[in-house]
């Protein structure tokens, strides 16, 4: 067994609607022996080794569903077990995923499987462990030899649970995840740990672990400032004990002795625990503690040991949420068992686990337990008495080992008062305020307990999964903080996908919006664009641009080109969009990824309304389009057609609902909204300067489909009417979508039109121009699409034009370098095309040069282009006076002096051609 491909969904995606991993996997022998026939011996092994897929309900939907499926009946296949183990193990890890689905591909063994994830290293690691671990469960015979033969999966999956740990959101960040998603608010890591940002645009607010984008930087400094702390809260009369900085063995020694024996020795500035020596008895003991608080401080502080349980406080935006008891990890004796053998009974419990894995973290033997064991006269073999506990550590933190009870409903109020002051007092909006008293429950005032520290970023695990007691949310009030209740978390979202159109259509939905007043943020197939600037240029139509514009901190709206390609290699960037639409699905991109027929690459686009939330706007002149209706649950299904007659369309607007349409008027055509019984006229087609006048079609319709998403996102008509009268199709609007360049004797149209329906729609356009002179065309196809693509390209062109220079874009993408060139050639020739009107060009900039210079006064260029800019710059920068005009090699014709042509060719006193009896254009020379 072997996997072919691996792809990772960080979105909604053909496979599901939240993120996954396709592994396509071939079972090569495999195929032919599903579990049932490899035999008990495999399943037990399997079953012994990931004992939590007896929970695993399958396609039964309870639990012992897969254990049914891997030992009833024929059994299942290797492709199955692959998911549910690839599973598991992120459970094992701490993950909560639950999703899989193994589907064959068509290919004889090959099988894609797909499986949930939350991080996405963690889920490809566990699709390699999951791999190994088969292969070592085979019978030899049914290996392929690619398993080390020192494979230990015990250790292997032990490796497994560091390495997703350590790329794991920790428990305080994960906690808050949960939250926000509880509260529906979109959230994105922005890094390997904990930074993530909630919200999206203008709207965002970030974290990284409980650090707030509210957290003033100088309270955070005040808070790692143990001294700093101690005497401002000493200043306000809260509780604290006497306390010396020190910067030398010495004066700790000195410093211990006047503040009094017991004393705390830690480093000034460390947390977590670390370095922190307590009830220090003699100088011995704080030279010791000294040495090891200088390996995390340059300061040290001597504090006066406060008898009492230490206390975890929570304070959130002034308000206390939770209290936690921690008690520093131990054993208890039990008079036969030594310590070594109680420890490894400790972290036998299933609560323990690596790191912060699990609710508690394992005990383990280092300078610290050891320094404590010795302390008592005690070392690993040691049997201490029945009952008596022996601490492992000095401090109660979770991360070394201890537990915590929680205490929230037995705080007394003068110390719910006294955190609540503590944290004001430093200036944290999060403050984790330890606390030492021996009775929580009553004041310190009674007590004497007091205040040891104040934290910034507070660990959340012992109040979210305490060992005993309640457990407290303590992630819901900083989101509640961030975003109090009503406060907006989304910017509006619109996802435009088609095969031709997304990018025009995009470009005029911004620019309503940025005529409306917002600032925009636009992903597009040339870049990504922030309030009208290009910030990164390039193909720009996948999630990581689409997450690069909810990032943006001054975007108020999105607007978000969604192409095939992102769809199938990553899924979308956000968990929905308010609109999405869907312009068209034609042919391109076809045999590629999968992708084979229209119906397949329908299903690709249709995922855009699959989630949209507001509104679903579909093309009810394409029936793939239309299609699409019964898959989407947004609150409004708008269509767009140009017939105004369209039976489909005439019932949903009865019934209520929206639609734009095209209706003939006596100035031309009207661009018209129906909607819950309204009938609004919005806009005359001529007077969108983006349709030359109502002839360019294509751009009518994606007007309409401008309209109807900005519509449903609540634009209001005269700002989209503003908008569309405003919108052309220039370089600087529109880069390579039907721009006109007329400062030349000639007419250069340049165009990116790169797929059959996108050359038919720019060959219709230059049908309606009145030329005068000829019609020219720069034609090229890429290099990746089908053969019967290229000749479709070739025939929509066959019989327009006077001229044709044939070219390759400059990625061959496979092909050879003149196999583009050739193939269309040879298709227009078959198409009926005289081949002395055909000229091969393979590279770009020479094949738009040969065109500029064969075109005359009068004629008519069209340039299919794929480097955009470059072309757009060759063209403007044309001088035909720099060029010795040259004709056309179609047909020459040398008149003799005196000659009689009358009856066969008919002179056009305009043109600097002549036509014969079939109407062919022939050349002109010297004005005969």
């Not at 070392?379 to 401090?395: A, F, H």
């Not at 919006?513 to 139509?541: C, E, N, P, R, W």
């Not at 004797?745 to 009145?770: R, S």
């Amino acid at each position: 067994m072997k996997t072919l491909e691996k792809s990772v969904y960080v979105g909604p995606n053909l496979y599901a609607l939240f993120p996954v991993i396709r592994l396509t996997v071939d079972l090569e022998e495999l195929e032919q022996w599903p579990s049932v026939k490899l035999g008990a011996s495999f399943t037990d092994a399997l079953l012994a080794a990931l004992p939590g897929l007896h929970e695993h309900g399958c396609s039964y939907g309870e639990p012992g569903g897969f254990v049914r499926r891997l030992t009833e009946d024929e059994g299942t296949w290797m492709g199955h077990v692959f998911e549910h183990v690839a599973i598991e193990l992120q459970n094992v890890a701490g993950a909560q995923v639950t999703f899989g689905k193994t589907r064959g591909n068509g290919n004889a063994g090959e099988y894609d499987v797909v499986y949930e994830y939350e991080q996405e290293d963690v889920g490809m690691a566990a699709g390699t462990l999951a791999l190994q671990l088969l292969q070592s469960l085979l019978p030899e015979n049914l290996q392929d030899g690619s398993l080390d033969a020192d494979f230990n999966f015990d250790e292997a999956r032990d490796a497994f649970i560091l390495y997703a740990q350590r790329r794991a959101l920790g428990p305080s960040t994960a906690s808050l995840v949960r939250a926000a998603e509880e509260r529906d608010i979109p959230w994105q890591r922005l890094n390997r740990y904990s930074l993530v940002q909630f919200g999206h645009g203008r709207y965002g607010k970030r974290i990284q672990a409980t650090v707030t984008s509210e957290t003033r930087n100088i309270a955070v400094e005040i808070a790692s400032d143990k001294e700093e702390t101690h005497n401002l809260l000493g200043d306000l009369g809260l509780p604290v004990p006497g306390q010396r900085l020190v910067y030398g063995e010495r004066e700790a020694i000195r410093a211990a002795e006047r503040l009094g024996y017991p004393v705390v020795v830690k480093p000034l500035n460390a947390n977590h625990g670390r370095g922190v020596s307590i009830n220090l008895m003699d100088s011995e003991e704080v030279k010791v503690a000294y040495a090891q608080a200088r390996q995390h401080s340059r300061g040290i502080l001597v504090e006066r040991f406060i008898e009492g349980l230490d206390h975890r406080l929570l304070v959130v935006d002034g308000e206390l949420i939770a209290a936690s008891k921690r008690v520093p990890g131990h054993v208890v004796g039990d008079g036969t068992s030594t310590i070594e053998a109680l420890l490894e009974e400790v972290n036998s419990d299933p609560r323990r686990g690596i790191g912060h894995e699990k609710v508690l973290t394992r005990l383990e033997f280092d300078h610290q337990a050891l320094r404590l064991l010795e302390l008592r006269g005690y070392d690993t073999q040691s049997v201490p008495p029945d009952g008596e506990v022996v601490y492992l550590r000095s401090t109660g933190n979770l991360s070394t080992g201890g537990t915590a009870i929680d205490v929230t409903d037995l705080l007394h109020p003068d110390n719910r008062e006294m955190a609540q002051r503590a944290a004001k007092a430093i200036g944290l909006d999060v403050a984790g305020v330890d606390f030492l008293t021996t009775d929580i429950s009553k004041s310190y005032r009674e007590t004497g307990g007091a205040i040891c520290e104040v934290n910034a970023a507070p660990g959340f695990r012992m109040h979210v999964a305490p060992s005993e007691g309640q457990s407290r949310d303590a992630a819901g009030p900083v989101i509640d903080m961030l975003f109090p209740p009503g406060s907006p978390t989304r910017i509006p979202i619109a996802s435009i996908t088609g095969t031709n159109g997304k990018t025009t259509t995009t470009r005029m939905v911004a620019h309503i919006f940025k005529l409306a007043g917002h600032q925009v943020g636009v992903a597009t197939s040339d870049g990504v664009y922030i309030d009208g600037h290009l910030t990164v240029d390039g193909d720009m139509t996948g999630p990581a641009s689409a997450r690069m514009v909810l990032r943006d901190p001054t975007v108020d709206v999105a607007v978000l080109e969604t192409a095939r390609g992102g769809l199938l290699r990553r899924g979308m960037g956000y968990r929905r969009p308010n609109v999405g639409a869907v312009l068209n699905v034609a042919a391109d991109h076809l045999g590629l990824r999968g992708i084979n027929t229209l119906e397949d690459l329908a299903k690709v686009k249709r995922v855009v309304v699959e989630v949209a939330q507001d509104a679903a706007v579909l093309n009810a002149d394409d029936p793939l389009c239309l299609r699409m209706a019964d898959y989407t649950k947004a609150e409004h299904l708008c269509y767009v057609t140009m017939n105004p007659k369209h039976p489909l369309v005439r019932e949903h607007i009865r019934s209520g609902g929206r639609a734009v349409v095209l209706e003939e008027g006596i100035n031309g055509h009207m661009i018209t909204f129906y909607g819950s019984g309204s009938h609004i006229p919005l806009l005359w087609t001529h007077l969108i300067p983006a349709t030359l006048e109502g002839r360019a079609m294509h751009n009518v319709q994606n007007a309409m489909f401008a309209a109807a998403i900005t519509y449903s996102m609540e634009v209001k008509l005269e700002d989209i009417r503003h908008g569309l009268r405003t919108f052309d199709t220039t370089f600087f609007q529109a880069p390579g979508r039907m721009n006109v360049f007329d400062e030349h004797p000639f007419k250069v149209i340049l165009d990116y039109g790169h797929n059959p329906a996108a050359i038919q729609a720019m060959v219709q356009v230059v049908e309606h121009f009145e030329t005068k002179g000829r019609r020219l065309v720069v034609l090229a196809a890429p290099g990746d699409r089908r053969d019967e693509d290229v000749h479709e390209i070739a025939r929509l062109c066959a019989g327009k034009f006077d001229h044709y220079i044939c070219r390759r874009d400059d990625s061959t993408r496979g092909r050879g370098p003149e196999e583009v060139p050739r193939l269309l050639r040879a298709s227009l020739i078959e198409a009926g095309v005289e081949e002395s009107q055909i000229e091969l060009v393979p590279d770009e900039q020479e094949a738009v040069q040969r065109g500029l210079t064969l075109a005359r006064p009068g004629d008519l260029l069209l340039v299919f282009a794929d480097a955009i800019k470059r072309s757009w710059e060759q063209i403007t920068h044309f001088s035909p006076d720099d060029t010795e005009r040259q004709t056309a090699p179609t047909a020459s014709l040398q008149i003799e002096p005196g000659a009689f042509i009358a009856q066969d060719l008919e002179l056009d006193e305009q043109s600097s051609f002549v036509r014969d009896e079939r109407g062919v254009r022939l050349a002109r020379e010297d004005g005969d």
